[in-house]
């Protein structure tokens, strides 16, 4: 209605839906990055999982597509022509692309619930990009009322992020969202299949994640606060000790001839620049535990063991106050990988 179904970009035909859905793409992999990041998580495995999950919801997708396409022309009586199409596909490979976090959160010893937040935070920008590209195509009004509902629960999720949602929150409240939003404005053929389905996953996410994490305000402030400044103080030495070493790399040296050197030089450059870059990754990996950690105090949750969900010992947080597991997790996690030989 405003723009066209199909664009010609180049000689070739695009659906402009399919532009919008590859920005959405685009959107989604950077909150997933950005997110991740910001809560310590090792961006490289991180990658590893949303990988995972576009290729568990990709499979879905093609697999379901295929099969409702065969059956439309072969079998035309077949049940599953009697769902919506693009219903059928969305809701179902979006409930697939969970399923690695569910396997390999567990087997990285993550927080689950933290990871499943920020997919909702994700996917509920791509759905932003996809309706508002569905709303222009087509000019049906209930995608701008979509959209904008869409647009305010994100902000909100944004502006409370951190310290009035607690970890796991998230997630279910886009679910029911979707749910509830989808229950009136979009009833396609076969919605009494996936609305309560997403409202049943929205509620047992919760009522696993209060089994978890009875206990609230584990501390008393006091001993937060102090943590917490501590934590401060560290991850700004660490910062420091970052700065240093990158003014150390060998390649950035100002004197360092361009072009010109002898080769013995270069050797030795190399040579210093490995051990700078493992130095600087481990201070990187010494800071990103400090987040997690300073993440934890915000949300509520410090003190609780992200594995198990067990109080971690007042003793091993004075001495370690960085620490997101308790001793029993942690020694299984540095068992687990000194098996694997890193
Ligand atoms: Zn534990």
Redesign the pocket.
């Known amino acids: 209605m405003f723009l066209p179904e199909v664009i010609n970009i180049v000689g070739r035909d695009i659906k402009t839906l399919s532009i919008f859905t590859i920005i959405g793409l685009v959107c989604w992999g950077f909150i997933m990055w950005y997110e991740s990041r910001k809560d310590g998580f090792r961006t490289e495995r991180f990658f590893d999982l949303i990988f995972l999950s576009l290729g568990s919801g990709a499979i879905v997708f093609f697999l379901l597509r295929y099969i409702y396409d065969w059956a439309t022309v072969y079998s035309p009586s077949h049940l599953i022509l009697r769902l919506d199409k693009e219903l059928l596909l969305v809701v179902l490979s979006f409930v697939f692309s969970l399923l690695p976090v569910l396997i390999f959160s567990k087997k990285w010893k993550w927080s689950t619930f933290r990871i499943l937040d920020i997919y909702a935070q994700s996917y509920g920008l791509l759905l932003l990009f996809i309706s508002a590209g569905a709303f222009l195509v087509s000019g049906q009004k209930e995608y701008i009322i979509f959209v904008s509902l869409l647009l305010s629960l994100y902000v909100s999720v944004l502006k409370f992020r951190g310290y009035k949602f607690s970890s796991g929150f998230i997630f279910s409240m886009f679910l029911f969202f979707l749910a509830v939003v989808g229950f009136i404005f979009f009833r396609r053929n076969g919605y009494l299949l996936y609305y309560p389905l997403l409202f049943i996953i929205g509620v047992v996410n919760l009522y696993l994640r209060g089994n978890k994490y009875m206990v609230k305000g584990n501390f008393p402030n006091q001993f937060v606060q102090n943590i917490k400044r501590k934590l401060l103080k560290k991850d700004a030495e660490l910062a420091e000790t970052q700065q240093e070493l990158v003014y150390e790399d060998p390649y950035l040296q100002v004197d360092r001839s361009i072009g010109n050197s002898e080769f013995m030089d270069e050797a030795q450059e190399d040579m210093g620049k490995n051990i700078t870059d493992a130095q600087i990754g481990f201070v990187e990996g010494l800071r990103l535990q400090v987040k997690k950690a300073l993440a934890a105090i915000n949300i509520g949750k410090y003190g609780t063991?992200e594995?198990?969900g067990?109080k971690i010992d007042t003793a091993r947080l004075k001495v370690y106050p960085e620490a997101t597991?308790?001793v029993?997790?942690a020694t299984d996690i540095s068992q687990e990988n000194q098996a694997k030989g890193n």
């Open positions: 063991c594995v198990c067990n597991n308790c029993e997790c």
